[in-house]
């Protein structure tokens, strides 16, 4: 390709400017679309997978082998070690931020005459300050120097008729078959949006699920790492170090169903409006390349008269296809990257999702991949839309082309 054949397809593809327009404005429109349904796609991506991990998931969470499958039923049979060379391993993990440990337990909760079950997590308050940053909390966070402080989720602390500063009382079975009891006081409540399980959720810190349960260590160590990006490398250093058959690790990813299936099921529905994109831009262009063939019929019988080759012919056609989808998707990404910026600035305002009980506002994040995604639609499509005509071109009898406009 030649810098001559480039100047003949531009100067050829502007002659009919309205035609031009309208296949540049199909273009850009599709591309507009894309990024901005696929950026917001993105961004519920993004913002499902960060507020799971800052909310208390962790990027990372290490746990004795079987204790997702049975630790709950028995969770005094898969205690972790408390310290020791394992931990030393995750502190020394690239990219490791924090680890947090954390102890899994369930009894009933008193306060006056009401009486409920609850599912607890007791936490190390300073890690989990760092690992829950934006978990919703109303009052005073867990403390150290405050061990009968409890966090109860904000459905709990309605049922139970609580407010901060309020005594309530902890029962647990103990793992030879008796019970035990503490008091502790209200600091405060919090919420995950998840109702079903702020309606049932108990934190406190580690010394007084210990102290309740009569047991050292904990079920859990949960790593945070500097960033997200970085979670299959750190999986990856803390496999090779840790026995695979004391110690199960999970990653954010396997960690998170929710975030699993709406992957799965948006990205279908995205791949879906893509390709009728790619169909419809196809059949455009295709139609307005029919088209100046149809007019150009003559002029291409004079050429292939004169000895230009049939290759060349198609070539040019193809050229302008290529030149089609440059144009508009590049004018295409410039006014999609604009407008997502504006409506990321103003927002989307979202309704409460199912099981969550308040809204939030979206936005649109346009990422790399996006981009590249965008300039595949405008430029294959359109350069595929111009081979048919092309090739029609490139094969029309010199006899009848040259009668063609007599």
């Given at each position: 390709?030649?810098?001559?054949?480039?100047?003949?397809a531009?100067?050829?593809?502007?002659?009919?400017?309205?035609?031009?327009?309208?296949?540049?404005s199909?273009?850009?429109f599709?591309?507009?679309a894309?990024?901005?349904?696929g950026?917001?796609?993105?961004?519920i991506f993004?913002a499902?997978?960060?507020?799971?991990?800052?909310?208390?998931?962790?990027?990372?969470?290490?746990?004795r082998?079987?204790?997702?499958?049975?630790?709950?039923?028995?969770p005094?049979?898969?205690?972790?070690?408390d310290?020791?060379?394992?931990?030393?391993?995750?502190?020394?993990?690239?990219n490791?931020?924090?680890?947090g440990?954390?102890?899994?337990?369930?009894?009933?909760?008193?306060?006056?005459?009401?009486?409920?079950?609850?599912?607890?997590?007791a936490v190390?308050?300073a890690?989990?300050?760092?690992?829950?940053?934006?978990?919703?909390?109303?009052?005073d966070?867990?403390?150290?120097?405050?061990?009968?402080?409890?966090l109860?989720?904000?459905?709990?602390?309605?049922?139970?008729?609580?407010?901060r500063a309020?005594?309530?009382?902890?029962?647990?079975?103990?793992?030879?078959?008796?019970?035990?009891?503490?008091?502790?006081?209200?600091?405060?409540?919090f919420?995950?949006?998840?109702?079903?399980?702020?309606d049932?959720?108990?934190?406190m810190?580690l010394?007084?699920?210990?102290?309740?349960?009569?047991?050292?260590?904990?079920?859990l160590?949960?790593?945070?790492l500097?960033?997200?990006?970085?979670?299959?490398?750190t999986?990856?250093?803390?496999r090779?170090?840790?026995?695979a058959?004391?110690?199960?690790l999970?990653?954010?990813?396997?960690l998170?169903d929710f975030?699993?299936?709406?992957?799965?099921l948006?990205?279908?529905?995205?791949?879906?409006?893509?390709?009728?994109m790619?169909?419809i831009?196809v059949?455009?262009?295709?139609?307005?390349?029919?088209?100046?063939?149809?007019?150009?019929?003559?002029?291409i019988?004079?050429?292939?008269?004169?000895g230009?080759?049939?290759?060349?012919?198609?070539?040019?056609?193809?050229?302008?296809g290529?030149?089609?989808?440059?144009?508009?998707g590049f004018?295409?990404l410039?006014?999609g990257?604009?407008l997502?910026?504006?409506?990321?600035?103003?927002?989307i305002?979202?309704?409460?999702?199912?099981?969550r009980?308040?809204?939030?506002?979206?936005?649109?994040?346009?990422?790399p991949?996006l981009?590249l995604?965008?300039?595949?639609?405008?430029v294959?499509?359109?350069?595929v839309?111009?081979l048919?005509?092309?090739?029609k071109?490139?094969?029309l009898p010199?006899?009848?082309?040259?009668?063609?406009?007599r």
């Amino acid at each position: 390709m030649s810098l001559l054949q480039l100047n003949l397809a531009a100067r050829d593809l502007f002659r009919n400017r309205a035609r031009t327009l309208i296949s540049l404005s199909a273009i850009a429109f599709a591309v507009v679309a894309l990024l901005l349904a696929g950026g917001f796609i993105e961004w519920i991506f993004w913002a499902i997978r960060e507020s799971s991990i800052q909310t208390g998931l962790g990027h990372v969470q290490v746990s004795r082998v079987g204790f997702r499958e049975s630790g709950f039923a028995d969770p005094h049979r898969y205690l972790l070690p408390d310290g020791g060379t394992a931990r030393a391993v995750l502190m020394g993990a690239p990219n490791v931020e924090v680890v947090g440990e954390r102890l899994a337990l369930s009894g009933l909760i008193s306060s006056g005459e009401t009486t409920l079950a609850f599912t607890g997590d007791a936490v190390d308050p300073a890690a989990e300050r760092i690992l829950s940053k934006d978990l919703r909390v109303d009052g005073d966070y867990l403390d150290d120097l405050d061990p009968r402080g409890v966090l109860l989720g904000r459905g709990l602390a309605k049922a139970l008729g609580t407010v901060r500063a309020d005594t309530v009382t902890l029962l647990v079975n103990l793992p030879g078959g008796g019970v035990n009891a503490v008091e502790a006081h209200l600091r405060g409540t919090f919420s995950t949006q998840i109702k079903a399980y702020d309606d049932s959720a108990v934190r406190m810190p580690l010394t007084l699920a210990r102290e309740l349960l009569r047991v050292k260590g904990s079920h859990l160590w949960v790593v945070g790492l500097d960033a997200t990006e970085r979670t299959g490398e750190t999986i990856a250093y803390l496999r090779a170090r840790l026995p695979a058959e004391r110690f199960e690790l999970k990653s954010w990813f396997d960690l998170s169903d929710f975030y699993q299936k709406s992957v799965a099921l948006l990205s279908r529905q995205l791949a879906l409006i893509t390709f009728l994109m790619g169909v419809i831009i196809v059949l455009g262009i295709s139609n307005s390349m029919t088209m100046s063939v149809l007019e150009r019929t003559g002029e291409i019988g004079t050429m292939l008269a004169m000895g230009t080759r049939a290759e060349s012919v198609l070539r040019q056609f193809v050229l302008q296809g290529l030149l089609l989808g440059l144009i508009g998707g590049f004018v295409g990404l410039t006014i999609g990257f604009a407008l997502a910026q504006l409506i990321s600035h103003v927002g989307i305002p979202m309704p409460p999702p199912p099981g969550r009980d308040s809204g939030y506002s979206a936005g649109i994040l346009v990422t790399p991949r996006l981009i590249l995604w965008g300039a595949i639609l405008a430029v294959v499509p359109a350069t595929v839309a111009s081979l048919y005509p092309a090739w029609k071109a490139s094969r029309l009898p010199i006899v009848d082309a040259l009668r063609h406009n007599r």
